[in-house]
């Protein structure tokens, strides 16, 4: 389980792992392949892993109105389907026989995502799932038509949390988010722990700090820390590179996640605190606000990337309002 389990602590040992994944899964190409199950190729870092050449991805699934438990695919372009996440190297992507996405996972302590196959080769046991993506807040060819649809998201992100219950996910990063609407309400819990009774005050817990990446890259060191406040943290820091960006038409987000990111442990808002004080802001909105078309692609510090920087972004999301105005406007016959 070693040689399956992530440990970089900088770049450098970041790509090697990635390459130490890909030759894990790859050692056992021949086995998932007599099983049905053809594994994604890793080429490079900036790309990820990319689909096999055999077997096609699967039109049926493509075309089907609801391919549950499948994943609904908006694209059979290979280069469009590539899995970024390779170091979470306990997962793989693969192509079914009949050219499904699936991902195949070696730790089976799974109680959300359908499984669709188990699979056992000596000592370990696969779990084969639906492919899923990461959040399609981090996307980029993925759009949203005005700042309410953002905020939307958010909303349903904060009230995921199960603080309530004394339980703390400890490992918020873009690969560990999922929104499934179809098919109703649902939570993933792959990475959670229970820190205490019901009564537990969760202002007060101090448990060690676990090393994840997410942690890492905000500058969390290892040491005690309250696993709920690092839960609130880590998701603002996620989203807040594709939120904040609406600054413009919205002022007060800034505030906002200036303060769930970068504000003291000692003024931290808890998970309910985070949700309602975001509703408070959405309701003092107009109209106008809530309407406004997002121009922004991604937040940075004292930077933000605009969608007309890039063109094929651009038209792409020319085409998705185009799209959106022919379904909703009513249609006028001659």
């Known amino acids: 389980m070693d040689a399956w389990t ?109 499984i669709l196959d188990w699979l056992t080769h000596n000592d370990f046991v696969f779990a084969v799932m639906p492919r899923w993506d990461i959040i399609a807040l981090a996307r980029p060819e993925i759009f949203f038509r005005n700042v309410s649809e953002l905020l939307d998201v958010v909303q349903n992100l904060l009230r995921e949390f199960l603080h309530e219950k004394r339980v703390a996910h400890r490992d918020i990063y873009e690969q560990n988010m999922v929104m499934n609407v179809p098919r109703g309400h649902r939570r993933l819990l792959l990475g959670s722990q229970g820190t205490g009774e019901k009564d537990t005050d969760i202002r007060t817990v101090s448990i060690p700090r676990i090393n994840t990446v997410q942690h890492r890259s905000m500058g969390l060191n290892d040491g005690p820390c309250n696993p709920f406040i690092d839960d609130v943290r880590s998701l603002a820091h996620t989203i807040e590179r594709s939120i904040r960006h609406v600054e413009d038409a919205v002022p007060e987000i ?81």
């Open 6 to 114: 992530p440990k970089a602590k900088d770049a450098s040992e970041y790509v090697q792992e990635c390459h130490d994944a890909s030759a894990n899964w790859h050692s056992l190409s021949s086995f998932f392949a007599s099983q049905g199950y053809y594994l994604y190729n890793f080429t490079s870092i900036r790309q990820g892993a990319m689909p096999p050449e055999y077997p096609p991805p699967s039109v049926l699934v493509q075309s089907a109105s609801d391919p549950y438990p499948y994943a609904r695919l908006i694209t059979t372009k290979n280069d469009e389907l590539a899995f970024p996440f390779i170091q979470c190297m306990r997962v793989w992507p693969a192509r079914d026989t009949n050219g499904r996405e699936v991902i195949l996972r070696q730790d089976p302590r799974n109680h959300t995502v359908p």
């Open 254 to 334: 800034g505030a906002y996640f200036e303060k769930l990111v970068r504000g003291e442990d000692k003024s931290m808002l808890t998970a309910s605190e985070a949700l309602a004080d975001l509703r408070g802001l959405r309701s003092r909105l107009s109209s106008s606000q809530l309407d406004h078309a997002p121009t922004g692609q991604f937040w940075y510090p004292h930077r933000i990337t605009f969608l007309q920087d890039y063109k094929e972004r651009w038209l792409a999301l020319t085409r998705f309002k185009e799209g959106k105005a022919a379904i909703t406007e009513p249609q006028t016959s001659s």
